[in-house]
């Protein structure tokens, strides 16, 4: 039987900055930041936004970035772990 590994991913744009490439940024919080100016730029474009599936760590942040772009957010688990599954709800303008 062969040894399970947990699945491993690659972007398709590397971060060369990051400390693991021998950079000064700490790897997980500069992946945080650029997810999040990701989908701030997203969420400025207005209109309809889709499903989004966001670090469970990050579900905070994008509630702040829906709130700013006139969103609610509802969350659940999703099925990889540390990640969750967050729905935009666009508000009524006043």
């Not at 701030?40 to 942040?61: F, I, K, M, N, Y």
């Not at 999703?78 to 006043?94: C, K």
């Amino acid at each position: 039987m062969a040894d399970e590994q947990e699945p491993e991913y690659d972007l398709v744009m590397p971060f060369v900055t990051v400390a693991s490439k021998g950079g000064p940024h700490d790897d997980e919080s500069y992946v945080a930041g650029y997810a999040m100016g990701l989908l701030d730029a997203r969420l400025s474009e207005g209109g309809e936004a889709g499903p989004e599936v966001v670090r469970e760590t990050c579900v905070a942040q994008a509630d702040l970035l829906a709130l700013k772009h006139g969103y609610t957010i509802e969350s659940e688990s999703s099925e990889a772990d540390g990640w969750v599954l967050v729905t935009f709800t666009q508000l009524e303008p006043s």
